[in-house]
């Protein structure tokens, strides 16, 4: 089994996209596949943590801004004009498009050169950019970003989703019909590692992570500090929350020294963090996908108080750890039912590993993708 993995995501650093990326490439080369890899890069990075098996081909965009925008004007929306279609004579099986964006205006060059088209969605990408692009962007994402993706869930032989809820979203919103294949994957690790160990902290510490940069968790985060952080500490008046992850604003930092919220920006690893844990809180309300910073919490057997939004494609611990919330008054509610209940952790790794180990991606891969 020959497969060209197209993706659009950076794969160096760190990152939910990045990570679930990785996880793909990585199981693929596990089945025996041979996998070809066409990813982008940025100056002088290369991709890192990618199964030595895999033939890596880096694919820059070295354009000035002005080339990039009048691209995005016109709907080049990625960067494989050009760069796709010489590979295309090589005599592959499958080509896999990783998320909608490389597939574009590619399809029918694909189709008459490869028996195979796999898409992998890691959210309905529309609503992720709706939630996450610019203002003065917006319009124009959105425009190309409806085109885009409708042609790859119909396009498609077969359509890979994170979470049911992108798949029924994806169905909703291009294929009403439901004449597309669209199957839901999940997300995984993307190595081989032991579980860490769950927590023993008893004092009431909650933990919130992620990217604080991106524009979906500090909209969320903000509000959610203004609304709900004054239920928790209503509740829990020794309660100290800490706050984790990339590249924080100002303004959130400004905030958390205000409210006596501890912030740890950029650390170079979490595992430590954790372990000071003994909840998990994930208050982001928009965007699409799977939240893989929920991931952090479940593996050491937190318990996990969430966003509806956020809970997509953990359906599996919603009573086994997992509590939900939409607005204030649930989040008191929600808040309550964790802090009362017994949380067996041991369970809820176990739970964990079933549902996202690599060898479970190792599995979907070979279910799906080695025919």
């Known amino acids: 089994m020959r497969i060209l993995f197209v993706t659009h995501h950076y794969l160096s650093g760190k990152g939910g996209g990045i990570f679930a990326s990785r996880s793909f490439i990585n199981a693929l080369a596990e089945t025996g596949a041979e996998v070809m890899l066409l990813y982008p890069v940025k100056g002088e990075e290369r991709a890192e943590e990618i199964d030595p098996r895999v033939r890596a081909i880096p694919v820059p965009y070295a354009l000035p801004r002005w080339k990039k925008g009048l691209d995005l004007l016109f709907g080049r929306i990625h960067r494989y004009f050009g760069v796709l279609e010489p590979y295309l004579d090589e005599g592959y099986d499958q ?40 203002r003065a962007l917006r319009p124009l994402m959105l425009f190309w970003l409806r085109r885009c993706e409708g042609q790859a869930v119909r396009g498609s032989d077969l359509n890979l989703t994170l979470t049911p809820e992108d798949r029924e979203l994806l169905y909703r919103m291009y294929d009403p019909g439901r004449k597309a294949r669209i199957e839901v994957v999940g997300v995984h690790e993307y190595r081989r590692l032991p579980l860490p160990p769950s927590s023993s902290v008893t004092d009431p510490v909650f933990v919130i992570s992620g990217n604080l940069g991106a524009k979906q968790t ?23 929350l800490v706050l984790v992850g990339q590249a924080p604003s100002a303004r959130l930092a400004a905030l958390c020294r205000e409210k006596g919220m501890e912030l740890i920006p950029s650390p170079p690893e979490m595992e430590p963090i954790l372990r000071r844990a003994r909840y998990y809180i994930c208050p982001t309300d928009r965007g699409g996908g799977i939240k893989l910073r929920i991931m952090d919490g479940l593996s ?8 509806a939004v956020s809970a997509r494609g953990y359906h599996r611990f919603l009573g086994k750890g997992l509590f939900v919330y939409e607005d ?11 802090l009362s209940s017994r949380i067996d952790a041991e369970a809820v790794r176990r739970c964990y590993e079933e549902t996202f180990s690599f060898d479970a991606c190792v599995a979907e891969m070979k279910q799906y993708l080695s025919v």
């Not at 909209?219 to 500090?225: G, K, R, S, T």
């Open 300 to 307: 050491h057997g937190l318990p996990v108080l969430t966003h």
């Open 95 to 134: 080509v896999v498009f990783d998320t909608c964006y490389p597939s574009f205006r590619m399809l029918k060059k694909v189709r008459k050169a490869v028996p195979r088209i796999v898409t992998i969605h890691h959210n309905c990408q529309w609503e992720y950019a709706r939630d996450n692009t610019s």
């Open 328 to 338: 204030a008054v649930s989040f008191g509610k929600a808040l309550d039912e964790m």
């Open 218 to 240: 500090e909209d969320a985060l903000l509000p959610w500090i203004r609304d709900c952080y004054p239920v928790l500490k209503q509740r829990v008046p020794d309660a100290h």
